[in-house]
C-alpha cells in the first residue's frame, strides 16, 4: 500500500504549517499540499484528489461545510467517496461544533486535539471507521436534548440540516430497535466512557456491558463504538 495522501485546509499558517510539517514527518504520510481559504482548498481537493482531507470548519472566505459540500457535488460520488474528511472544530463555540457534525464529515476533532490523537483519528478515518472527539459528542447530546432544531448556522446566509441515517440503516432499527438498556449503555458511549466505566455507572458486570455493545453495534450496522456513536446522534435516538 502506498502513503496515506493529506490535504490541509487551515487558515492559521502556524497551525497549517506545524500540522504539515509533523505529518510529513510521519511514516506512510504525505502532505500533498495545503490552503489557507476554502476557494483555494477547493481546487486543491480536486487536483489533488487526496485520501484525508483536513478541514478547518472556520475558514475566512466560505467555511468548511460549504467546501466539503462544493467539493463532493462538483466531482463524480465515487471519486468524492474516496476523500475523507476530518473536520476541525473549535470546542469552545457550540455553534460552530454543530455545523461540524451537520457537514457530514467523516470524522469530528477539536482544534486542540493532541498530535498523537490527531494522528490516531487519521488513521481510524482512513480505515473507513469514524473518529469524533467526546467534547463534540457531547455538544451534540446536549444540542439534542433541548429539543431545538435540527439545523445550525454557520454563518447569517447558510443553514446546514444534520443528515440522518440511511433508509437501510433505519430499517434495519425499525424492525430491531435498541432496549432500554441498551439506549442507556449507547448514550454513555456517546459520552466517551469506557466499558469500565459504563459497567460502574449502570451497576453491571463488565461482561454484560461487552454484551450490549455488541448488540448496539450489530443493529446500528456501525464497525465500533464511535461510529455507533456518530450514527446515533445523525438518527436523533437520544433526543
Not at 487551515?10 to 497549517?16: A, F, G, I, P, V
Not at 449507547?186 to 450490549?212: C, H, P, R, T, W
Request: with cysteine; proline share 3%.
Amino acid at each position: 500500500m502506498g502513503d496515506i495522501r493529506v490535504a490541509i485546509i487551515e487558515d492559521h499558517s502556524l497551525t497549517r504549517i506545524g500540522m504539515r510539517s509533523s505529518l510529513n514527518e510521519q511514516e506512510g504520510i504525505q502532505v500533498v499540499g495545503d490552503e489557507a481559504t476554502a476557494s483555494n482548498g477547493l481546487k486543491l481537493l480536486q487536483s489533488t484528489k487526496p485520501d484525508i482531507a483536513i478541514i478547518d470548519i472556520g475558514l475566512p472566505d466560505r467555511d468548511g461545510i460549504w467546501l466539503v459540500q462544493q467539493f463532493r457535488e462538483s466531482m463524480v460520488s465515487e471519486t468524492a467517496a474516496q476523500t475523507k474528511v476530518m473536520m476541525l472544530t473549535s470546542f469552545a463555540k457550540e455553534q460552530m461544533v454543530l455545523a461540524a457534525f451537520a457537514a457530514g464529515a467523516d470524522s469530528y476533532c477539536v482544534k486542540t486535539i493532541k498530535f498523537e490523537l490527531l494522528l490516531e483519528a487519521l488513521h481510524i478515518t482512513h480505515g473507513g471507521q469514524s473518529w469524533i472527539d467526546p467534547a463534540i459528542a457531547r455538544i451534540v447530546l446536549k444540542h439534542t436534548r433541548t429539543g431545538a432544531a435540527a439545523t445550525v448556522k454557520p454563518n447569517a446566509t447558510q443553514t446546514v440540516t444534520i443528515s440522518a441515517i440511511d433508509p437501510e440503516q433505519a430499517s434495519i432499527l425499525e424492525a430491531d430497535p435498541l432496549t432500554n438498556r441498551e439506549m442507556q449503555v449507547l448514550e454513555l458511549i456517546v459520552q466517551g466512557y469506557s466499558n469500565k466505566e459504563i459497567a460502574q455507572k449502570l451497576y453491571l458486570s463488565l461482561g454484560s456491558v461487552k454484551v450490549y455493545v455488541r448488540g448496539i453495534l450489530n443493529k446500528l450496522c456501525a464497525s465500533d463504538r464511535t461510529q455507533a456513536a456518530v450514527l446515533a446522534l445523525r438518527a436523533g435516538l437520544l433526543n
